[in-house]
């Protein structure tokens, strides 16, 4: 009886994951001189990758992988395994530590949430592609590898901003416990490059003004209205306004000053949980009354062309915006128009023309003089050196006396 069990058992030995590669009739293998198992693992062709094996804890009948590279099987087959073995032993999956820490970043808006979640995402990759699957496998080493090639294709301030936020996850991952050593204070800093502020000339200005006034050949969006759209242009340039906030200008708000418009808004781009300032921005009489009899968008505000709440995002707008400057980059031959340069172009004439600092920081709405100093760094150099020659005149004159 016992003899009888035996033999119809089918023959099942535990082997391990295993890919192998299953050709079609008229694959190239078929013609070149190799054995079955070497045809088995080829990977010189495009036909599917299956899998069968068992892991520590589970075991996989045949099956199609869903993957033709090997590489990337190769990279499937180690994340299998990894998931099998146990956590008690190897600590927390960085999997599991991403989600947990993404889970707890109530305190972002979901645009910076969506930024960790892809900048984990890559270091999740890259550790994986490292055959590192466990959050304390992570070293200064595999970060270091990542800042230079998992981040590769991201220059100056994304880049910055990138391992500002991996920073960020080190540290809660040390704090947590996730990881044995506070690995943030062995990484490298990166000294971000702030991209190159490039205000237009005043030629440019003024290319970009006729250009964006005339090119019309549109019923939706910015393209309805060429005058219009030129007005947008003028009150960001007069303003400094960001465009996300410049859609949204409302001229029933604004109320008439000694000598110019004020206009008081809670800035888009602000921390979630700080209390929303308010920023003050000024306009000319001139440019308030061509606003206000232009030919508005939408009913509620000129330069939204579909009606938005208080705390709607408008990305889509700027992006239409950008989009638009482009076009008319484009028609008068001035390159790189978009609408950042703008506000640029706004905070360098003022700065140039002697308005100090800290009145530029508090028109601009930056947190606080440092940023606006880090931007502007080279029209700031040369006022420091204006008032050098002027100190160094006075000091002469005073000699000559
Ligand atoms: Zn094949």
Not at 63 to 73: F, K, S, T
Not at 218 to 235: D, I, N, P, W
């Amino acid at each position: 009886m016992y003899t009888a069990w035996y033999k119809n058992r089918v023959y099942n030995p535990v082997v391990p994951l295993t890919i192998y590669r299953r050709h079609s009739i008229d694959c190239r293998v078929h013609e070149l001189r190799l054995k079955a198992y070497e045809k088995k693992y080829f990977k010189e062709c495009d036909c599917p990758i299956w899998l069968t094996g068992s892991t520590d804890t589970e075991r996989y009948p045949r099956q199609a992988l869903g993957v033709r590279d090997w590489p990337a099987a190769e990279a499937k087959l180690r994340s299998l395994n990894a998931e099998s073995k146990d956590e008690t032993v190897h600590g927390l999956k960085l999997d599991d530590c991403i989600t947990r820490y993404l889970d707890a970043r109530d305190d972002v808006k979901p645009k910076t949430l969506a930024q960790y979640k892809l900048l984990l995402g890559r270091l999740k990759d890259f550790a994986h592609g490292k055959n590192k699957f466990f959050s304390r496998e992570l070293s200064v080493d595999v970060l270091e590898d990542f800042k230079t090639y998992g981040l590769a294709g991201l220059a100056g301030t994304s880049k910055g901003t990138s391992i500002a936020k991996l920073a960020h996850f080190l540290r809660e991952a040390y704090r947590r416990g996730w990881i044995a050593e506070s690995l943030v204070d062995k990484m490298r800093r990166h000294k971000s490059v702030y991209e190159q502020k490039q205000p237009y000339s005043e030629k440019e200005v003024k290319l970009i003004l006729d250009a964006a006034g005339k090119i019309n050949g549109g019923t939706t969006g910015y393209a309805k209205s060429a005058a219009t759209f030129r007005l947008l242009v003028e009150l960001m340039l007069e303003t400094g306004l960001r465009v996300s906030d410049a859609v949204k200008f409302d001229p029933k708000r604004c109320v008439k000053s000694k000598y110019l418009w004020l206009y008081s808004f809670h800035p888009r781009k602000a921390k979630k949980n700080e209390a929303p300032k308010l920023l003050d921005i000024y306009l000319t009489a001139k440019l308030k009354k061509k606003i206000d009899e232009c030919e508005w968008l939408s009913p509620a505000l000129p330069f939204a062309y579909r009606a938005v709440s208080a705390d709607e995002e408008t990305d889509y707008l700027g992006q239409a915006v950008y989009e638009r400057l482009q076009a008319v980059g484009k028609a008068c031959a001035v390159d790189d128009c978009r609408p950042h340069r703008l506000r640029d172009t706004f905070a360098v004439g003022l700065l140039t023309k002697g308005v100090p600092l800290e009145d530029v920081s508090k028109l601009l709405g930056h947190a606080s003089i440092a940023v606006t100093e880090k931007y502007y760094a080279p029209w700031v150099a040369s006022r420091k050196l204006r008032l050098e020659r002027l100190l160094s005149e006075t000091f002469a004159n005073a000699k000559g006396h």
